[in-house]
C-alpha cells in the first residue's frame, strides 16, 4: 500500500532563511505524490504535484520539491521563508487503489521574524 | 470561480443523533471525494465517488456512515446514532476528473461536527 512519513511535527525557521520539510514514502511502484498546505481555518490547498514528467517539481508560492527514488524521499523546500508560510504542510501520495488520497500526519511550519 | 463549498460550517450534536454533511463540488467536476479530519492529524479517506456512483467506499468506518450523490453534483454525507468518536472536520473534495491531468483535488473548507 502507498504510504508517506513526515519526518518532523513541527519545523521552525527565521523570516528569509530556507525551509526544508521532510516526506519519505513507500510505494510498490512509481508513485503520484503532492503536498498540499493548511492555513489556520482555511481549506487545503495544492502547493504541487509529482507525476514522474519531471524530478524536480514547482510549485505556488516559491516552493519546490525534489522526487529522489533512490531515498524515497520527496523532499518540500523554498529557498526564503516568509511570514505567510506559517501553516500545516501535508506530504499526500495516491492510494493503490481508485483515486483517494493518503495523507502524512502532517508539519507544522512556524516562522519567526 | 466558485469553490467546493460545505454546510454547515459547523455542527453540534447528540450522542445517538442522525446528521446530514452536504458537499457542492466545483462545477463540472465529475470525481467527489469525502475525508475525515481527526484534530492534529491528516486528513483520511472515507469514500470516493465518480458520477453518481461510489467508486471506492473503503474508508468508510463502519455502517452508521453513508454517503450519497444522487445526481452527480451535490453529495451528501449522512451519519446515524453519532458517537463522540465521530467528532472531526469532514472535508469533501472534487476534480475534473481521473486522469492524470484532471485528477487534483480541490477541497472545501470542511464541516466541524461536534458530538456531545
Known amino acids: 500500500a502507498q504510504s508517506v512519513t513526515q519526518l518532523d511535527s513541527h519545523v521552525s525557521v527565521s523570516e528569509g532563511t530556507p525551509v526544508l520539510l521532510r516526506c519519505n514514502y513507500s510505494?510498490?511502484?512509481?508513485?503520484?505524490l503532492f503536498w498540499y498546505v493548511q492555513h489556520p481555518n482555511k481549506g487545503l490547498q495544492l502547493l504541487l504535484k509529482?507525476?514522474?514528467?519531471?524530478?524536480l517539481v514547482k510549485g505556488i508560492n516559491g516552493f519546490e520539491a525534489e522526487f529522489k527514488k533512490s531515498e524515497t524521499s520527496f523532499h518540500l523546500t523554498k529557498p526564503s521563508a516568509h511570514m505567510s508560510d506559517a501553516a500545516e504542510y501535508f506530504c499526500?501520495?495516491?492510494?493503490?487503489?481508485?483515486?483517494?488520497?493518503?495523507f502524512g500526519k502532517g508539519t507544522s511550519l512556524l516562522v519567526t521574524p | 470561480g466558485a469553490g467546493v463549498s460545505q454546510t454547515p460550517s459547523n455542527k453540534v450534536t447528540e450522542k445517538g443523533k442522525y446528521v446530514e454533511l452536504r458537499c457542492d463540488p466545483i462545477?463540472?467536476?465529475?470525481?467527489l471525494y469525502w475525508y475525515r479530519q481527526s484534530l492534529g492529524q491528516g486528513p483520511e479517506f472515507l469514500i470516493y465517488?465518480?458520477?453518481?456512483?461510489?467508486?471506492?467506499d473503503s474508508g468508510l468506518p463502519n455502517d452508521r456512515f453513508f454517503a450519497v450523490r444522487p445526481e452527480g453534483s451535490v453529495s451528501t454525507l449522512k451519519i446515524q446514532r453519532t458517537e463522540r468518536g465521530d467528532s472531526a472536520v469532514y472535508l469533501c473534495?472534487?476534480?475534473?476528473?481521473?486522469?492524470?491531468?484532471?485528477?487534483?483535488?480541490?477541497f472545501g473548507p470542511g464541516t466541524r461536527l461536534t458530538v456531545l
Open positions: 473534495a472534487s476534480s475534473l476528473g481521473s486522469g492524470i491531468s484532471t485528477d487534483t483535488q480541490y
Open positions: 510505494s510498490s511502484y512509481s508513485p503520484s
Open positions: 509529482y507525476t514522474s514528467a519531471a524530478t
Open positions: 499526500v501520495v495516491r492510494k493503490n487503489s481508485g483515486y483517494a488520497l493518503n
Open positions: 462545477s463540472g467536476h465529475t470525481a
Open positions: 465517488f465518480q458520477g453518481t456512483g461510489a467508486a471506492d
